[in-house]
C-alpha cells in the first residue's frame, strides 16, 4: 500500500501564489509516476501536472507558465507551485502515484486532497 500525504492548501487572492507538498510512504516501487490532480465543485477530476516515462513534465494547458511541478525522489515527495492564482484554479488538488513494473500499471495511489481557494 501507498499513503500520499499533501499540505499547502489554502485561501490566496488572485494573482497569489501557493506550494503544494505531497509525501508519499510504502511500498513505492522504483519505477513510479507522480502528479497532481485537481477537482471543482461539480466537475470531474483533471490533470494539473506530472511527469512522464521520459522524466519530463506534462502540464494542463490552463496552467502552462503558471505552475510548476517539480519531485525529489529521495524523499519520494512532488511539488507544485502555484504563482498567478486565477479564480478558476480554486478546486481541491489531488496528489497522485502510479507504480510500474516495466509497462504494466500495478496501481494507482491518490492522496485526501487539499482544497485551494482564489477568492479576493
Known amino acids: 500500500q501507498v499513503q500520499l500525504v499533501e499540505s499547502g492548501g489554502g485561501l490566496v487572492q488572485p494573482g497569489g501564489s501557493l506550494r503544494l507538498s505531497c509525501a508519499a510512504s510504502g511500498i513505492i516501487f522504483s519505477t513510479n509516476y507522480m502528479g497532481w490532480y485537481h477537482q471543482a465543485l461539480g466537475k470531474q477530476r483533471e490533470l494539473v501536472a506530472k511527469?512522464?516515462?521520459?522524466?519530463?513534465?506534462n502540464y494542463e494547458e490552463a496552467v502552462k507558465g503558471r505552475f510548476t511541478i517539480s519531485r525529489d525522489s529521495a524523499k519520494n515527495t512532488v511539488l507544485l507551485q502555484m504563482n498567478s492564482l486565477k479564480p478558476e484554479d480554486t478546486a481541491v488538488y489531488y496528489c497522485?502515484?502510479?507504480?510500474?513494473?516495466?509497462?504494466?500499471?500495478?496501481?494507482?495511489?491518490w492522496g485526501q486532497g487539499t482544497e485551494v481557494t482564489v477568492s479576493s
Open positions: 511527469f512522464t516515462s521520459s522524466g519530463s513534465a
Open positions: 497522485n502515484l502510479r507504480n510500474m513494473l516495466g509497462s504494466t500499471n500495478m496501481g494507482d495511489y
